[in-house]
């Protein structure tokens, strides 16, 4: 490991008044942020009296990001800043800097283009003093900038809390893999030596978590929201997680994940490493193989070959412990060293799955095609009505009359014996979840018996409010479907986005003028909508071609 230098800002500042209830540090780590930290140390400030002190770490910024913490400290007493004279090119060195420069008997990490949400040290804070806990989780929501539209992390391990004890009967707490929704007692750390990789290690949270979960007793858990990510797509540059455009990337998020896996299995934590294999397969793979289709022919072949190689090493149990849609993707992978079929798996990974035709059975067992008759699909026949991947293909025809042309395609005899009859289409509003109108329409079967067709009219002026009339920024809408089938089940899944429609449309509409309607396909290839209304957001996208 290099040797640095740190040092903590040369000007005196004021000396806080330490109390009884102070006893958590926060540890800041920024490099080049100087727009956004300010915001992150502040929330951690506000967090009142249980916080002795933040503790804000710049990985040698080369913009204003420490003048910005100094001019803070010089303002919060309880703030102190620490600048890196060389840069670790990574997450990991900074937060240890902290961690070992820390007074407090409980350390949360908080990263400088999020914040904490009021109360949140609280929550966490009160918990493990009830409990005696070395380690306390709470809830973290994803928001997404501009949006705002707020997704929350791992909702099922918060609704309610909990204290789990042992940590190993309890491997669903690996799917929880962030560093910075909870609270750790120092002196726990320390004593176990458990640090984060130092250096340029992206994922360096895999590992650190491992660690914890390798020496933890017991975990408590709050139902209350302690940490806000922000996540900024659209920002110029991407943090080091998000930016998955180059497959190293992925190629260090397996050995991360194979560093993490080794922690638990060498601790004697054989059920937990079990379950982070499986929560592999779960999350991790489904998301990059939903973006595979977007990346170049060699960034697929080198990607796929990096997979294969590390899914060689999976017991079968593994991969009977994932959901149907994640163990078939990796069947796949293993079946065929090149890549193949990249729409249908691009469809699969979706959240909800939808398997594309063909449909092939092979001696009366599913299998994922003629090419790969190895490739058993599992568990198909017994999975409940409701976790089928049907695939529903939407066609939008927009014009005088807006109409939405819907196609239900059989998969492997499941649909037809359960009898279409009727599909219903809810459209949700992404930014808050708000529900829109839901259209209903009567199912025809084809001649073949393996396809279902209906047409239903789209209201597209419900969707806008007497808020959002003449609002220039377009507004994105979510669709999904339930069939509703003659034996009583009801089948739900996203929609295929199909057809020449999907592109922006100017519409009359008496209720708002003028709507501009662009439906797309999102990157998992389902259908959804964006939204805006009145002539200012005409005038606003023509500027934005004419700047272009």
Not at 123 to 149: D, I, S, W, Y
Not at 157 to 162: G, I, M, N, Q, V
Request: net charge neutral; hydrophobic share 40%.
């Amino acid at each position: 490991m290099d040797v640095v230098t740190v040092k903590e800002a040369d000007e005196p500042r004021p000396v806080p008044a330490v109390t009884p209830s102070a006893q958590v540090s926060v540890i800041v780590i920024a490099y080049n942020d100087a727009a956004l930290v300010g915001e992150a140390v502040r929330s951690a400030l506000a967090q009142g009296d249980a916080v002795a002190e933040v503790i804000a770490v710049d990985d040698a910024s080369t913009d204003r990001t420490g003048p910005v913490l100094d001019d803070l400290a010089r303002e919060h007493g309880r703030l102190r800043v620490i600048h890196r004279t060389d840069n670790s090119g990574g997450c990991g060195t900074p937060r240890n800097d902290g961690l070992r420069a820390a007074t407090g008997r409980f350390v949360m990490f908080l990263d400088s283009d999020d914040i904490l949400p009021d109360g949140a040290v609280d929550a966490l804070l009160g918990a493990a003093l009830r409990h005696g806990t070395p380690v306390t989780a709470g809830l973290c929501v994803r928001r997404e900038l501009p949006g705002p539209r707020e997704v929350p992390w791992q909702p099922d391990l918060y609704r309610e809390a909990a204290v789990h004890t042992p940590l190993a009967a309890h491997p669903e707490l690996v799917g929880d893999t962030l560093c910075v929704n909870k609270l750790y007692d120092r002196a726990f750390l320390l004593d176990h030596g458990i640090l984060f990789p130092d250096g340029r290690f992206t994922y360096e949270d895999f590992v650190f978590t491992s660690r914890v979960l390798a020496a933890a007793p017991s975990l408590a858990v709050v139902p209350d929201q302690v940490y806000i990510w922000h996540v900024r797509r659209s920002a110029a540059k991407q943090s080091i997680s998000l930016d998955r455009r180059d497959v190293a990337n992925w190629e260090a998020r397996i050995e991360a994940h194979r560093t993490s896996v080794r922690i638990l299995a060498d601790a004697g934590h054989k059920r937990l490493a079990h379950a982070a294999r499986t929560k592999f397969l779960d999350h991790d793979l489904r998301m990059y193989v939903r973006e595979l289709h977007t990346r170049s022919a060699d960034y697929q072949q080198e990607w796929w070959r990096l997979t294969r190689a590390y899914l060689a090493g999976f017991e079968e149990s593994e991969l009977l412990a994932a959901t149907a849609p994640a163990r078939w993707l990796a069947r796949v992978l293993l079946a065929s060293e090149a890549p193949v079929d990249p729409d249908r798996l691009t469809q699969l990974a979706a959240r909800p799955g939808r398997l594309l035709p063909p449909y092939v059975r092979d001696d009366g067992r599913p299998v994922w095609s003629r090419e790969l008759p190895g490739v058993e699909l599992d568990g198909l026949d017994a999975l409940p009505a409701a976790e089928l991947p049907v695939t529903i293909d939407a066609e939008p025809v927009l014009g005088t009359r807006c109409v939405l042309r819907l196609r239900v395609h059989d998969l492997y005899g499941r649909v037809k014996a359960a009898g279409p009859t009727a599909i219903e289409v809810e459209l949700r509003r992404r930014a808050d979840g708000r529900p829109g109108p839901v259209h209903t329409a009567t199912l025809t079967p084809g001649p073949s018996g393996t396809v279902w067709t209906a047409e239903t009219a789209l209201d597209l002026g419900a969707l806008l409010g007497r808020g959002d009339k003449d609002a220039a920024t377009p507004v994105p809408w979510d669709l999904t479907a339930r069939v509703r089938c003659a034996d009583g089940s009801v089948l739900e899944g996203g929609l295929r986005a199909v057809g020449s429609g999907l592109r922006r449309h100017a519409l009359p509409s008496g209720r708002h003028g003028l709507l501009l309607v662009q439906p797309y396909a999102t990157t998992g290839g389902a259908l959804a909508l964006r939204m805006a209304s009145g002539v200012r957001a005409a005038w606003h996208i023509a500027a934005r071609k004419l700047g272009r």
